[in-house]
Protein backbone atom coordinates (compact mmCIF):
# COMPACT_ATOMS: atom_id res chain seq x y z
CA UNK A 1 0.00 0.00 0.00
CA UNK A 2 2.67 2.55 1.09
CA UNK A 3 4.35 1.62 -2.53
CA UNK A 4 1.29 2.72 -4.05
CA UNK A 5 0.62 5.61 -2.24
CA UNK A 6 4.59 6.56 -3.62
CA UNK A 7 4.29 6.10 -6.41
CA UNK A 8 0.80 7.85 -7.05
CA UNK A 9 2.85 11.19 -5.21
CA UNK A 10 5.44 10.79 -7.57
CA UNK A 11 3.12 11.08 -10.03
CA UNK A 12 1.28 13.39 -9.07
CA UNK A 13 4.65 16.05 -8.59
CA UNK A 14 5.60 15.11 -12.24
CA UNK A 15 1.99 16.47 -13.56
CA UNK A 16 2.44 19.19 -11.58
CA UNK A 17 5.90 20.19 -12.20
CA UNK A 18 4.60 19.60 -16.18
CA UNK A 19 1.97 21.58 -16.37
CA UNK A 20 4.39 24.44 -14.01
CA UNK A 21 6.67 25.10 -16.62
CA UNK A 22 6.80 27.69 -19.70
CA UNK A 23 4.08 27.63 -22.35
CA UNK A 24 5.38 27.43 -25.77
CA UNK A 25 4.35 30.68 -28.09
CA UNK A 26 4.66 31.46 -31.50
CA UNK A 27 3.48 33.08 -34.73
CA UNK A 28 1.64 30.96 -37.29
CA UNK A 29 2.39 31.83 -40.79
CA UNK A 30 -0.79 31.17 -43.02
CA UNK A 31 -0.89 29.94 -46.24
CA UNK A 32 -0.73 34.46 -47.78
CA UNK A 33 2.33 34.81 -45.87
CA UNK A 34 4.32 31.95 -47.23
CA UNK A 35 3.78 32.65 -50.60
CA UNK A 36 4.45 36.72 -50.22
CA UNK A 37 7.81 35.38 -48.88
CA UNK A 38 8.30 32.68 -52.35
CA UNK A 39 7.33 35.53 -54.45
CA UNK A 40 9.70 38.30 -52.51
CA UNK A 41 12.92 36.05 -53.12
CA UNK A 42 11.63 34.76 -56.55
CA UNK A 43 11.50 38.46 -57.95
CA UNK A 44 14.55 39.97 -56.57
CA UNK A 45 16.90 37.23 -58.14
CA UNK A 46 18.76 36.47 -55.07
CA UNK A 47 21.72 34.07 -56.05
CA UNK A 48 22.47 30.60 -53.88
CA UNK A 49 25.18 32.38 -52.45
CA UNK A 50 23.02 35.18 -51.35
CA UNK A 51 20.91 32.89 -49.48
CA UNK A 52 24.48 31.16 -48.31
CA UNK A 53 24.86 34.74 -46.85
CA UNK A 54 21.79 35.35 -45.52
CA UNK A 55 21.77 32.05 -43.46
CA UNK A 56 25.00 32.39 -42.12
CA UNK A 57 24.09 36.17 -40.90
CA UNK A 58 20.92 34.04 -39.54
CA UNK A 59 22.85 31.33 -38.16
CA UNK A 60 25.28 34.19 -36.62
CA UNK A 61 22.52 36.14 -34.69
CA UNK A 62 21.11 33.12 -33.49
CA UNK A 63 24.60 32.47 -32.06
CA UNK A 64 24.64 35.71 -30.37
CA UNK A 65 21.24 35.31 -28.82
CA UNK A 66 22.35 32.03 -27.34
CA UNK A 67 23.18 33.73 -24.09
CA UNK A 68 19.94 36.05 -23.24
CA UNK A 69 17.28 35.71 -20.53
CA UNK A 70 14.42 34.62 -21.87
CA UNK A 71 12.84 36.47 -19.37
CA UNK A 72 14.36 39.74 -20.48
CA UNK A 73 13.19 39.62 -24.10
CA UNK A 74 10.93 41.98 -25.37
CA UNK A 75 6.85 41.03 -24.84
CA UNK A 76 5.82 39.59 -28.64
CA UNK A 77 2.88 41.89 -30.38
CA UNK A 78 0.85 40.71 -32.81
CA UNK A 79 -1.76 42.41 -34.69
CA UNK A 80 -5.09 41.74 -36.73
CA UNK A 81 -4.77 38.33 -38.60
CA UNK A 82 -2.02 37.47 -37.30
CA UNK A 83 -2.34 33.80 -35.71
CA UNK A 84 -0.64 32.57 -33.38
CA UNK A 85 -0.18 29.12 -31.14
CA UNK A 86 0.05 28.67 -27.64
CA UNK A 87 1.01 25.03 -26.27
CA UNK A 88 -0.78 23.97 -29.78
CA UNK A 89 -4.09 26.09 -29.92
CA UNK A 90 -3.83 28.56 -32.45
CA UNK A 91 -5.46 31.56 -31.79
CA UNK A 92 -6.48 34.54 -34.59
CA UNK A 93 -8.06 37.65 -34.77
CA UNK A 94 -9.35 38.03 -37.77
CA UNK A 95 -10.99 41.43 -37.93
CA UNK A 96 -11.80 44.33 -35.61
CA UNK A 97 -14.92 46.88 -36.55
CA UNK A 98 -17.46 49.35 -34.84
CA UNK A 99 -19.65 47.33 -33.50
CA UNK A 100 -23.73 48.28 -33.56
CA UNK A 101 -25.06 49.70 -30.61
CA UNK A 102 -28.80 48.33 -29.21
CA UNK A 103 -31.36 50.59 -29.18
CA UNK A 104 -32.03 50.26 -25.50
CA UNK A 105 -28.67 50.04 -24.72
CA UNK A 106 -26.13 52.63 -25.48
CA UNK A 107 -22.15 51.85 -24.93
CA UNK A 108 -21.60 54.08 -22.18
CA UNK A 109 -18.24 54.77 -23.59
CA UNK A 110 -19.65 55.74 -27.07
CA UNK A 111 -18.25 53.22 -29.19
CA UNK A 112 -18.64 49.23 -29.46
CA UNK A 113 -15.34 47.17 -30.14
CA UNK A 114 -16.18 44.06 -32.21
CA UNK A 115 -13.40 41.42 -32.19
CA UNK A 116 -14.10 38.15 -34.93
CA UNK A 117 -11.78 35.39 -33.27
CA UNK A 118 -11.09 31.91 -34.97
CA UNK A 119 -9.69 28.45 -33.05
CA UNK A 120 -7.14 25.75 -34.58
CA UNK A 121 -6.59 23.19 -32.07
CA UNK A 122 -3.03 21.65 -33.57
CA UNK A 123 -1.97 20.24 -30.25
CA UNK A 124 -2.44 16.41 -29.35
CA UNK A 125 -5.20 17.22 -26.97
CA UNK A 126 -8.22 18.46 -26.40
CA UNK A 127 -8.38 22.27 -25.73
CA UNK A 128 -10.79 24.58 -23.95
CA UNK A 129 -11.31 27.83 -25.33
CA UNK A 130 -14.10 30.40 -24.22
CA UNK A 131 -14.87 34.10 -24.23
CA UNK A 132 -13.91 35.13 -20.69
CA UNK A 133 -9.96 34.36 -21.53
CA UNK A 134 -9.70 37.78 -23.55
CA UNK A 135 -9.12 41.01 -21.79
CA UNK A 136 -9.06 44.54 -23.53
CA UNK A 137 -7.16 47.59 -22.42
CA UNK A 138 -7.24 51.05 -23.79
CA UNK A 139 -4.05 53.29 -24.59
CA UNK A 140 -4.50 54.54 -20.85
CA UNK A 141 -4.26 51.35 -20.24
CA UNK A 142 -7.82 51.13 -18.61
CA UNK A 143 -9.88 47.64 -18.67
CA UNK A 144 -13.12 48.27 -20.60
CA UNK A 145 -16.13 46.21 -19.92
CA UNK A 146 -18.08 43.69 -22.61
CA UNK A 147 -20.79 45.12 -24.43
CA UNK A 148 -23.89 42.53 -24.25
CA UNK A 149 -26.39 45.46 -25.53
CA UNK A 150 -25.81 43.80 -29.19
CA UNK A 151 -28.93 42.80 -31.50
CA UNK A 152 -26.56 39.51 -32.48
CA UNK A 153 -27.08 37.38 -29.15
CA UNK A 154 -24.09 35.02 -29.74
CA UNK A 155 -21.96 37.89 -28.92
CA UNK A 156 -19.47 37.09 -25.56
CA UNK A 157 -21.18 34.00 -25.49
CA UNK A 158 -18.87 31.29 -26.81
CA UNK A 159 -17.44 28.20 -25.23
CA UNK A 160 -15.90 25.66 -27.07
CA UNK A 161 -13.74 22.33 -26.27
CA UNK A 162 -11.49 21.40 -29.29
CA UNK A 163 -10.65 17.53 -30.09
CA UNK A 164 -7.46 17.42 -31.35
CA UNK A 165 -7.59 19.25 -34.93
CA UNK A 166 -10.84 20.90 -34.96
CA UNK A 167 -12.24 24.57 -35.56
CA UNK A 168 -14.11 27.14 -34.11
CA UNK A 169 -14.70 30.76 -33.85
CA UNK A 170 -16.98 33.49 -32.13
CA UNK A 171 -17.40 37.26 -31.56
CA UNK A 172 -16.66 39.19 -29.04
CA UNK A 173 -18.00 42.81 -28.04
CA UNK A 174 -16.25 45.62 -25.94
CA UNK A 175 -17.46 49.46 -24.58
CA UNK A 176 -14.91 51.14 -25.59
CA UNK A 177 -14.16 54.77 -25.52
CA UNK A 178 -12.33 56.52 -28.03
CA UNK A 179 -8.56 54.93 -28.11
CA UNK A 180 -5.49 54.86 -30.78
CA UNK A 181 -4.87 51.33 -30.01
CA UNK A 182 -6.59 49.11 -27.77
CA UNK A 183 -4.67 45.72 -26.34
CA UNK A 184 -6.54 42.42 -26.43
CA UNK A 185 -5.08 40.21 -24.48
CA UNK A 186 -6.00 36.06 -24.09
CA UNK A 187 -4.98 33.89 -21.60
CA UNK A 188 -6.12 29.86 -21.26
CA UNK A 189 -8.09 29.28 -17.93
CA UNK A 190 -6.95 25.84 -17.18
CA UNK A 191 -2.76 26.20 -17.32
CA UNK A 192 -0.30 26.99 -14.52
CA UNK A 193 2.51 27.65 -17.00
CA UNK A 194 4.39 30.76 -17.28
CA UNK A 195 4.51 32.95 -20.09
CA UNK A 196 0.75 31.94 -21.10
CA UNK A 197 -0.41 34.86 -22.57
CA UNK A 198 -0.80 36.16 -25.92
CA UNK A 199 -1.58 40.24 -26.68
CA UNK A 200 -2.54 41.63 -29.58
CA UNK A 201 -1.94 45.57 -30.31
CA UNK A 202 -5.41 47.01 -32.87
CA UNK A 203 -4.58 50.65 -33.67
CA UNK A 204 -7.74 52.72 -33.83
CA UNK A 205 -6.90 53.37 -37.62
CA UNK A 206 -7.45 49.96 -38.58
CA UNK A 207 -10.86 49.13 -37.41
CA UNK A 208 -13.04 48.80 -40.24
Not at 15 to 42: F, I, P, R, W
Not at 140 to 151: M, Q
Not at 189 to 197: H, Q, S
Amino acid sequence: MKKFVSLLMVALITLVLAACGESEVQEVENDSTESESADASTEDGSSSEGDEAQASGEEEQQKSNEGTNESEKEEKVYGIGDTVSIDGMEVTIDSASWGEQGEFTPAENGNVLRLEVSFHNASADSGFVDNTEFSVYDADSNAVNEYFGSPDTNTNMFSHDLKQGKKASGVLEYDVPESDFYEVYYEPTFTMKENAEIMWKIKSSDIQ
